[in-house]
Each structure stands twice: as structure tokens, then as C-alpha cells.
T-cell receptor, first 111, second 117 residues
């Protein structure tokens, strides 16, 4: 059974800080790892990672995958209050049976 | 281009009542999914449809049925609602999990908040 574990489950930091969110996984057939941001409503897509060591970057957010150690990290630099959200890590195992999600990291950015 | 739409946004049911949650996508995606999200449990897959005409059970299918009406629409039915089905329900779609890896990316609807009393 595929498994995704995110840490920490919650995190409170001040605006301007840098945060690192962790995602470790166990999977039978790895195809891709995805990060989503969820504010009040639907999860919105951030990154998809398929290869080890290649950083994906979008503005102040970046992510990298380590397929040997089975984890990924999501970094947010110079955090802003608008970054407050639940960040979800998900695995695609190569079939049509959806994504396996972690429980998420609830990030709160204080002004 | 609306993406994935869901109706209704909110619903309150009494135990034993039935209802259907509707989902539609306008991205010409092959695969569609229903998830539920509960506090502390993350998103869990209820049913999925890899392509038009096919449906399969996910992790938590008990108490639900689905219909892939056509390529655009995928509905979720609760035949006899129970308080344990109180949750937020999300529909999602993806291009295809069988082709290019970029097709794995799923797009989510705004969700339906369901309360069963």
C-alpha cells in the first residue's frame, strides 16, 4: 500500500522567514510526486516532480525530489501572509487509481 | 474555461436521505475522480473513472455509487446518507494517467460541503 507522510503537521512562522516542508513516501510503482496548496477551497497545483535532484522553482517556492531516500521537500523563502495554507504532498503510482495524499502541513504566517 | 465545476456547494441531509453530487469538466480530460476530505485524514479516493465508460472503486467506496455520464460529467450518489458521510467532497480530473507523465496532474473542483444529521 502506498503511503505519504508529511511533516510537520503544522507550523507557525513570521513573515519573511524561510520554511521547509517535508514529504516522505513509500510506493510500489513511482511515477510522480505532486505538491498542492489548499487555502479555503480546492487544492491548487504547485509542482510535479519525477526525477531526483532536479529543482522545480516558481517565484519564492521551490521543490526537489530524492528518489533514493524517498522524500521531497518544499521550500518557501521570504514568506508572506498569503502563503498561509495547507500544503499537500501526493503520489502518483502509475495507475488510474488517483493520487495518494499525505495529511498535509498547515502553515500559518504571522505578520 | 471553467475547469472543474461541482454542484451543490453546500448540502444538509437527514440520515437515510439520498442525493447526487454533480461534477463536470471542460478540459477534455479522460480521467475523473471523487475524493472526500475529513479533518486529520487528508484526501481519500472514493471512486475514479479512468476513461469514459469505466468506473472503479478507490480507497473508501462503501455507501457511494458513481456514474460517468459522458466524457465531461462524473456524478457521485449517496443512496442512504449516514452521519459518517459528513465531509467535504472534491471532484478532480486529469488528462490521463497512462500517457505522458504530465497527464498525472489533477485539477480540482471547488468542493461540496455535506452535513448529514
Amino acid at each position: 500500500e502506498d503511503k505519504v507522510v508529511q511533516s510537520p503537521l503544522s507550523l507557525v512562522v513570521h513573515e519573511g522567514d524561510t520554511v521547509t516542508l517535508n514529504c516522505s513516501y513509500e510506493v510500489t510503482n513511482f511515477r510522480s510526486l505532486l505538491w498542492y496548496k489548499q487555502e479555503k477551497k480546492a487544492p491548487t497545483f504547485l509542482f510535479m516532480l519525477t526525477s531526483s535532484g532536479i529543482e522545480k522553482k516558481s517565484g519564492r517556492l521551490s521543490s526537489i525530489l530524492d528518489k533514493k531516500e524517498l522524500f521531497s521537500i518544499l521550500n518557501i523563502t521570504a514568506t508572506q501572509t498569503g502563503d498561509s495554507a495547507v500544503y499537500l504532498c501526493a503520489l502518483s503510482g502509475g495507475g488510474a487509481d488517483g493520487l495518494t495524499f499525505g495529511k498535509g502541513t498547515h502553515l500559518i504566517i504571522q505578520p | 474555461n471553467a475547469g472543474v465545476t461541482q454542484t451543490p456547494k453546500f448540502q444538509v441531509l437527514k440520515t437515510g436521505q439520498s442525493m447526487t453530487l454533480q461534477c463536470a469538466q471542460d478540459m477534455n480530460h479522460n480521467s475523473m475522480y471523487w475524493y472526500r476530505q475529513d479533518p486529520g485524514m487528508g484526501l481519500r479516493l472514493i471512486y475514479y473513472s479512468a476513461s469514459e465508460g469505466t468506473t472503479d472503486k478507490g480507497e473508501v467506496p462503501n455507501g457511494y455509487n458513481v456514474s460517468r455520464l459522458n466524457k465531461r460529467e462524473f456524478s457521485l450518489r449517496l443512496e442512504s446518507a449516514a452521519p459518517s458521510q459528513t465531509s467535504v467532497y472534491f471532484c478532480a480530473s486529469s488528462e490521463s494517467p497512462f500517457g505522458r507523465i504530465s497527464g498525472d496532474e489533477q485539477y480540482f473542483g471547488p468542493g461540496t460541503r455535506l452535513t448529514v444529521t
